[in-house]
T-cell receptor, first 112, second 113 residues
Framework: SQKIEQNSEALNIQEGKTATLTCNYT??????LQWYRQDPGRGPVFLLLIRENEKEKRKERLKVTFDTTLKQSLFHITASQPADSATYLC???????????FGSGTRLSIRP | DAGVIQSPRHEVTEMGQEVTLRCKPI?????LFWYRQTMMRGLELLIY????????DSGMPEDRFSAKMPNASFSTLKIQPSEPRDSAVYFC???????????FGQGTRLTVV
């Protein structure tokens, strides 16, 4: 069955450093992969989408890579700030755009 | 647009009672999703609709759960009878067909005592 794995342990990073989160998937070949941010008590909010023919995508301090051979996506936040503290979820998507399934998320904490 | 609107925000009910959660998707979106989130199981997809038609309900835990979408602007998730293990945050999300991005509501925190 399809499986999505993210770091289950919280990631603690010093302010100013680069945070790197990992998303691994098995038993399917997604056409794209999305990253969302979730703050406590709120619903997830879309950040970035990367397609299978794209190796890398950037948005301000965020960078996402997508390696279809390794079946892995990396999510980077450069020059991290305490306001970046949140849970980050990945969602690999299939050829059908309708079904969106999420990984368990990684809680990121940026300390001043 | 006000975004995806869910009601109620919080619901506390006694075991055995019927619970109905409501969702209004973003106007023009034709895919709607119901998710359940717990610490143990993360964000689980329960069911999703496309053009008001249920496409995949394989995530619905059991027959006590049912969902409907009578029109493009309204959906309900019903639990009857409710049990303490149903306690969770339930999210509704919508998306534009052909585009993958999902927009989430603020969720309903359900507590069954």
């Amino acid at each position: 069955s399809q499986k999505i794995e993210q770091n289950s342990e919280a990631l603690n990073i010093q302010e100013g450093k680069t945070a790197t989160l990992t998303c691994n998937y098995t038993n399917y070949s997604p056409a794209y992969l999305q990253w969302y941010r979730q703050d406590p008590g709120r619903g997830p909010v879309f950040l970035l989408l990367i397609r299978e023919n794209e190796k890398e995508k950037r948005k301000e301090r965020l960078k996402v890579t997508f390696d279809t051979t390794l079946k892995q996506s990396l999510f980077h936040i450069t020059a991290s700030q305490p306001a970046d503290s949140a849970t980050y979820l990945c969602a690999p998507g299939g050829s059908s755009a309708s079904k969106i399934i999420f990984g368990s998320g990684t809680r990121l904490s940026i300390r001043p | 647009d006000a975004g995806v609107i869910q009601s109620p925000r919080h619901e506390v009910t006694e075991m055995g009672q019927e619970v109905t959660l409501r969702c209004k998707p973003i106007s023009g979106h034709n895919s709607l999703f119901w998710y359940r989130q717990t610490m143990m199981r993360g964000l689980e997809l329960l069911i999703y609709f496309n053009n008001n038609v249920p496409i995949d309900d394989s995530g619905m835990p059991e027959d006590r759960f049912s969902a409907k979408m009578p029109n493009a602007s309204f959906s309900t998730l019903k639990i009857q009878p409710s049990e303490p293990r149903d306690s969770a945050v339930y999210f509704c999300a919508s998306s534009l067909d052909g585009r993958a991005t999902a927009f989430f509501g603020q969720g309903t925190r359900l507590t069954v005592v």
